[in-house]
C-alpha cells in the first residue's frame, strides 16, 4: 500500500464532525472532576462574589445544583453559598418550578399604596384544588429594615415579588427545590436564633464583684484586618462596641481575617454576653452582606464585563483578538499548521489556553466558536 493510500484509509477511518449537534453541559462524574472545575472556574476568576473565590464553597453549589438537575454552571448564575447554605436566587426559582412540570399556573399581581402596597404570588400545584399564595409588603419590608437599601430604593416592586414568590414557592414546591434556601430566608433564622440567645442571656442574674475586678486591669488591644492597631481597652465593654463598629466597616472578604486577630481577645478578655454580642456582629455582617450583594446583581445596570478574546502562545505570548471570528479563523489556522508539524506544540497551545476557553464557553454567543476549536484541537491530536 502506498504513502497516500494509507494516509487516504486513515482519514476515512476518523468519525465525521457532526455538524448542528446539540450542546450538552460539561457534568462531573466524581468528587475529583468537581474540584477540578471548581478550581478552574475561580482562577478564570467566573466565580460571583458570594463564593468569594473559594473553589469549595463553588463545588458545593454545583453539586447542590446538580441534586435539582442542573449543570455546573447554572449554579453560578442561580446558586450562592450564604452562611454555608445553598441558596437558590433570581429567575432560578421559577426555572426549577417551570420545568418541574407540578406548577400548572402562576398569577403575579402589586396592588396598594405606601405602607400597603402588597405584592401577591399565587402558585397552583397540578391536580391540587387549593392554590399556594405568598405575599409581601411595603410595611413588612419597612419592619424588616430593608427600605433603605438600594434595590428596594430602585425597584420596590419587583423586590416584594421576589419575597412573596419565595414564601408561595417554600410552602408549595419544596420537592422541586430540593432543600435550596432562599437567602433572606438565611437571615432571618440567624436573627430568629440570634434573639432567642440574647434573650436567655439578659435573663442571667447578675454576678455579684469578684475581688479582681477592683484590681489593675491590663489593657487589651483592638487590631483590623491589615494586622494594624486600633486602639487599646481596659474595659472589655469599650472594646466590644468599638469591634462591633469596626466589623461594620470591614470588607467582606477580610471578616474572617479580623476575626482571627482578635479571637484571643474574644475568647479571654470578653465575658459571655459581650462575647455573644462580637460574634453576632460577625455573622451578620456576613450574611446581609451576601444577601444584599445577591439583591444588587439582580438588578445591576451596567452590562457584565465579557472576557478578552486572547489566545496564549508558548513562550508566554499573548495574542489579542479583536473579533470572536479573527479569534476563531487564528486557532483553526495555527492547528492546521502545528498538526503537521509540531503536535507537541498544539498540546502546549491547548493546556495554556484551558483557562480561556472556560472563561468565553460561559458567553453564550461565544459558545459555539469555543466548541469548534475545541473539537478542531482533539481531532488534530488524535
Not at 444584599?292 to 472576557?307: F, G, I, K, N
Request: charge should be negative; include cysteine.
Amino acid at each position: 500500500m502506498t504513502d497516500t493510500q494509507e494516509k487516504t484509509t486513515a482519514l476515512a477511518q476518523k468519525p465525521a464532525l457532526v455538524v448542528g449537534k446539540p450542546i450538552q453541559a460539561v457534568v462531573p462524574e466524581n468528587i475529583e472532576e468537581a474540584f477540578r472545575l471548581a478550581t478552574a472556574i475561580t482562577q478564570a476568576d467566573m466565580a460571583p462574589k458570594s463564593y468569594g473565590r473559594n473553589a469549595q464553597k463553588v463545588m458545593i453549589g454545583m453539586l447542590s445544583a446538580m441534586e435539582v438537575g442542573r449543570g455546573p454552571m447554572w449554579a453560578l448564575k442561580n446558586v450562592a453559598v450564604i452562611n454555608n447554605q445553598s441558596c437558590i436566587w433570581g429567575e432560578g426559582v421559577l426555572d426549577l418550578l417551570q420545568s418541574s412540570g407540578a406548577l400548572e399556573d402562576l398569577i403575579e399581581v402589586t396592588e396598594g399604596e405606601g405602607d400597603n402596597r402588597t405584592a401577591k404570588c399565587t402558585m397552583k400545584r397540578r391536580n391540587q384544588r387549593t392554590p399556594y399564595v405568598g405575599t409581601f409588603s411595603i410595611a413588612q419590608a419597612r419592619t424588616a429594615g430593608l427600605l433603605n437599601k438600594d434595590p428596594w430604593q430602585k425597584y420596590p416592586d419587583d423586590m416584594l415579588m421576589w419575597r412573596a414568590r419565595h414564601r408561595a414557592a417554600r410552602i408549595g414546591f419544596a420537592d422541586a427545590l430540593g432543600g435550596l434556601r432562599f437567602p433572606e430566608e438565611t437571615v432571618d433564622a440567624i436573627e430568629l436564633l440570634a434573639g432567642e440567645e440574647y434573650k436567655e442571656i439578659e435573663n442571667i442574674p447578675a454576678a455579684p464583684p469578684r475581688k479582681e475586678d477592683f484590681a489593675v486591669k491590663e489593657e487589651t488591644k483592638l487590631i483590623d484586618f491589615t494586622g494594624e492597631e486600633i486602639g487599646s481597652f481596659v474595659e472589655s465593654e469599650n472594646w466590644v462596641e468599638d469591634f462591633c463598629d469596626t466589623v461594620s466597616m470591614t470588607p467582606l472578604n477580610q471578616i474572617g481575617q479580623l476575626r482571627e486577630n482578635n479571637l484571643e481577645a474574644i475568647n479571654n478578655f470578653l465575658n459571655d454576653d459581650q462575647r455573644s454580642r462580637a460574634m453576632k456582629a460577625l455573622i451578620d455582617n456576613q450574611a446581609f452582606t451576601d444577601a444584599e450583594e445577591l439583591e444588587q446583581q439582580s438588578y445591576v445596570d451596567e452590562p457584565t464585563a465579557r472576557p478578552e478574546l486572547v489566545i496564549k502562545l508558548p513562550g508566554g505570548r499573548v495574542r489579542t483578538c479583536e473579533t470572536l471570528e479573527e479569534w476563531k479563523s487564528s486557532h483553526l489556522h495555527g492547528i492546521s499548521v502545528w498538526k503537521k508539524n509540531n503536535k507537541d506544540n498544539l498540546k502546549n497551545v491547548r493546556d495554556l489556553n484551558a483557562d480561556v476557553f472556560t472563561s468565553l464557553a460561559n458567553v453564550p454567543e461565544y459558545a459555539e466558536a469555543v466548541e469548534a476549536v475545541m473539537l478542531a484541537m482533539r481531532d488534530a491530536l488524535d
